[in-house]
C-alpha cells in the first residue's frame, strides 16, 4: 500500500468505516470492516495519524492502537 498518512475512522457498534489518505490528500482506500478485522489492518499499517470521532467508544479503540 503507497505511504499512507492519514486514516479516518467513522465508529459503529459492529463495523467501521476507514479512509486512509496519502500527504498530497490523495485518497488511498475506502473501505468497512468489522471491530477485528480493522485492528488487524492498522496493525500491519506503518505509523500514521489516525482521526475519529469523539465517543465512549473512541477511547478503547484509541488503547487499542496504542498497544
Known amino acids: ?3 499512507v498518512a492519514l486514516v479516518g475512522i467513522d465508529l459503529g457498534k459492529h463495523n ?5 489518505q496519502h500527504k498530497s490528500g490523495r485518497e488511498v482506500f475506502r473501505k468497512k470492516a468489522t471491530r477485528l478485522r480493522t485492528m488487524r489492518f492498522l496493525g500491519n499499517l506503518p505509523s500514521c495519524t489516525v482521526a475519529m470521532e469523539a465517543c465512549a467508544g473512541s477511547h478503547f479503540v484509541a488503547r487499542q492502537l496504542i498497544a
Open 16 to 20: 467501521f468505516h476507514l479512509h486512509g
Open 1 to 3: 500500500m503507497s505511504a
